[in-house]
T-cell receptor
Framework: SQQGEEDPQALSIQEGENATMNCSYK?????LQWYRQNSGRGLVHLIL?????REKHSGRLRVTLDTSKKSSSLLITASRAADTASYFC????????????FGKGTTLSVSS | SQTIHQWPATLVQPVGSPLSLECTVE??????LYWYRQAAGRGLQLLFY??????ISSEVPQNLSASRPQDRQFILSSKKLLLSDSGFYLC???????????FGQGTRLTVV
């Protein structure tokens, strides 16, 4: 089953621009995580935001979480060609022993 | 430090043949282990997860099975592959729920 739904499905921007990706989910969560996947590779964890947090920063990444709207956004500032990848949100449910559930992802293309 | 090994990287198998994909984790004990499948250009579908030896949960009823013969070993199997089993299989681990996950490099399975 898939919990999250990223928007847009694909995003093309120029180097130096900001990229914003959104994620909506359905059930109550303990935390929401963002991952990055280069083509044909495994996923790499970017950032985790807990349900009692509203905003978190890590380098050029800014993540927001609105639990009332069941949504999150990932902002990448001053994008680079190396940021070209697919980005996924994933959620940890509140029920004990549950697994990390991923969305369908946003494919970001940054051209130089 | 912890590492995750997943093999093989690519596999071409005929319809009806068996499958065994192996994943091992080093440098940690009693990890939560996961198998995901990713269809081309799509999100990650959770197949199985395990919070301990002999504790495996199945998320999708199909002709795949998983086993955890040792604490840090997770195996995905099939007795008879179908064309629809083609995809990119990813193994992941994390220490516990509500923490980040670490992914293997994936296995590209093509059933012909």
């Amino acid at each position: 089953s898939q919990q999250g739904e990223e928007d847009p499905q694909a995003l093309s921007i120029q180097e130096g621009e900001n990229a914003t990706m959104n994620c909506s989910y359905k059930t109550s969560i303990n935390n929401l995580q963002w991952y990055r996947q280069n083509s044909g590779r495994g996923l790499v964890h970017l950032i985790l935001i807990r349900s009692n947090e509203r905003e978190k920063h890590s380098g050029r990444l800014r993540v927001t979480l609105d639990t009332s709207k069941k949504s999150s956004s990932l902002l990448i500032t001053a994008s680079r060609a190396a940021d070209t990848a697919s980005y996924f949100c994933a959620t940890d449910g509140q029920q004990a022993g549950t697994a990390l559930i991923f969305g369908k992802g946003t494919t970001l293309s940054v051209s130089s | 430090s912890q590492t995750i090994h997943q093999w093989p990287a690519t596999l071409v198998q005929p319809v009806g043949s068996p499958l065994s994909l192996e994943c091992t984790v080093e440098g940690t004990s009693n990890p939560n282990l996961y198998w995901y499948r990713q269809a081309a250009g799509r999100g990650l579908q959770l197949l199985f997860y395990s919070i301990g030896i002999d504790q495996i949960s199945s998320e999708v009823p199909q002709n795949l099975s998983a086993s955890r013969p040792q604490d840090r070993q997770f195996i995905l199997s099939s007795k008879k592959l179908l064309l629809s089993d083609s995809g990119f299989y990813l193994c992941a681990w994390r220490k516990t729920m509500n923490t980040e996950a670490f992914f293997g490099q994936g296995t590209r399975l093509t059933v012909v």
